[in-house]
Nanobody, 121 residues
Framework: QVQLVESGGGLVQTGGSLRLSCAASGRTFSRHAMAWFRQAPGKEREFGAAINWSGGGTHYADSVKGRFTISRDNAKNTVYLQMNSLRHDDPAVYYC??????????????WGQGNQVTVSS
């Protein structure tokens, strides 16, 4: 079974950038589509970005499109989320997820532990 370990979260000022990484164990990583979700306190888990198994197809939520970029390196079993132009509504716990190319969190079988992203004014 795939295990996902996230890193790269932290504190950044408004307008700054941050890159999240999600490293997967298991030889089947390249077979899985991957996604990033986020959840702010008191809010539902929200879809952010998804990438298909090859990395050639991506999809973004309107709230992050043009600012965030999802990518993957199957040779390193890692998926990334490059976050630029961070703003006040981006702070949340960010979760890496895998399983299928879907915007719905219930469709994903594998989850990272969560990674806190904080944006200061």
């Amino acid at each position: 079974q795939v295990q996902l370990v996230e890193s790269g979260g932290g504190l950044v000022q408004t307008g700054g950038s941050l890159r999240l990484s999600c490293a997967a164990s298991g030889r089947t990583f390249s077979r899985h589509a991957m996604a990033w979700f986020r959840q702010a306190p008191g809010k539902e888990r929200e879809f952010g970005a998804a990438i298909n198994w090859s990395g050639g197809g991506t999809h973004y939520a309107d709230s992050v499109k043009g600012r965030f970029t999802i990518s993957r390196d199957n040779a390193k079993n890692t998926v990334y989320l490059q976050m630029n132009s961070l703003r006040h509504d981006d702070p949340a716990v960010y979760y890496c997820a895998g399983g299928c190319y879907s915007t719905r969190y219930i469709d994903h079988a594998y989850w990272g532990q969560g990674n806190q992203v904080t944006v200061s004014s």
